[in-house]
């Protein structure tokens, strides 16, 4: 997410402020984000690595692991696919409500996760607008992992239309034209023109509806079912041992799950950084 | 030279269509209808009936403390994404780009974490809470507990809407204002300020949308205590589980109208913005 185009080199610093700005964002930071994690690093400091180990390999809390990876990858290939068709068909083509929908791919960021969650269970659930016509054909979504994948899917739709629109619109279109010209295929020039110049952000957009689906928690409960081994995502296992007031429990957990979306979150900044500057290197 | 249209890809109009009707249909079924359906409930039982679900004594004060904690909340973090968007793309030095990843970890942690953290820390048995507690400071599981996750979880909004924008529009008028003798406050209002206006309009009303919509986090610290710690989220939650649909949604629509509003405000805010930006600098500041 970091926007690192590169700034014209200032020699001096001119403008006023650089004291009062930088006070108030580490105090901000320092006081909002740094300090609470204190808290978890001396909750599980005070543990022994074969306790830590235990709660963390218990079978319960790996399978809600398991559950929750994979369906945030599905989650998140699946908004890679929709998003792409949105970013495209959003730059490329003029149609009656093109506007309105522009507008709505915000929607899951702007709906409170908990409104998307009952919304969702009540669509899916077997006598809902979708459930009951996709329990005709067999399929049932309500309580089942294919919930959690929609649920997901749900709220990070923004992520990739996002990152993909801005880089569409700025594709040059003389390549494309060229190639065309010289008689290569439509799907041809995409996937040698168009692709290649695309794929970065695409990529970016995915990791970031991934990183955002793992930690999915409102939109989830609703629909899932909760059923230990089968239907229990990682958040809502944090969850129930925070009710069992198992508090060393629960940061054993939380600590696994902040290590991975941390991970993931300078992953995901380091590489866009890179290809920002490949992009404007060129 | 002159674009022709018949030479991009993907412009056969068979192939048009079908991408815009495959777009349009899996938009209608994946947000516009969910958002109809929430209307629709909430208006099942009539006028009368969504009128006395939402002026229910519990659901009213869950209104009231919702749009408490966003009045405190947007202030703070439009004072903090104000300060580090300046910061950032005003001035270069080291541990500046840690700072931009730095302000992402509260979109890439879960709610639930993000509330367990606080809850660790400002506890009965976390370092700061227990010494809280000799002095009958309780934090988590009232209202200030619920404030501070929600600032925590909003925090990065405002800045992020600021700082590809200002990074964008430069310094060179901020700088010329400099040497004609403006003071810190002053170049900020009269200059800054006016470029910027209406990304950070957009940044505060997502900020607001955010802070009155949290519920990962704040079922951590709140303790759900109906008519006294429940939020408006949380409270859609209780009445679900009560099996009181017609309830629940209507209380939700009440959240789904603000997430409205606030794609129709971050509309007006992108086109007055770009309006903005397509004018020549010098008359983008009359006086």
Redesign the interface.
Known sequence: ?????P????SK??????G???G??LL??SL??L??????V??TAGMTWSQFWFVVSDPRVVESYKVTLWTAFLASLFNGA?GL??A???V??E?P?K?L?D??????????????G???A??FSTSG??GQWLETIGISVAYTPVGIIIAM??TS?PFVVRTVQPVLEELP??D??AA??LGAS?GR??RK??FPSLWPALLTGIALSF??S?????AVI?IAGNTPYETEV???M??VR?QEFD?AA??AI?SV??LV??V???AI?LWQ?RYLRRLHGK | MKYQSHHRVGDQPWLRRTLILAAVALSALLLAIPLVLIFTQAFSAGWGALVSNIGDRYTLHAIGLTLFVALLTVPLNLVFGTALAWLVTRFRFPGRKLLVTLIDVPFAVSPVVAGLLYLLLYGRNGWLGSWLADYDVQLMFSWPGIVMVTIFVTCPFVARELIPLMQQQGTEEEEAAVTLGASGWRLFRRVTLPNIKWALIYGVVLTNARAVGEFGAVSVVSGNIRGQTNTLPLHVELLYQDYNIAGAFAAASLLAAIAILTLAIKGVAEWRQARLLAREPADRNPQ
């Open positions: 997410m970091a926007h690192a185009s700034l014209k080199p200032r610093r001119v403008l006023p402020g650089f009062l700005s930088l108030v964002s901000f930071i909002v984000l300090l609470p994690l204190t808290g978890l001396a909750e929709f068709l949105l495209w068909v959003l490329r083509y149609f409500g506007r929908i507008a709505m791919v915000d929607l899951p960021f702007a709906l409170p996760t908990a409104v998307a009952i919304t969702l009540t669509l607008w979708y899917a749900f739709i279109p003389e494309e034209e065309i010209t439509d020039v995409f023109v168009i990183t955002r793992l930690g999915e928690f409102g609703f990682t958040s809502l944090l969850f925070l508090h629960a940061s939380a799950v902040l979306s941390l993931l979150l300078f900044n950084g």
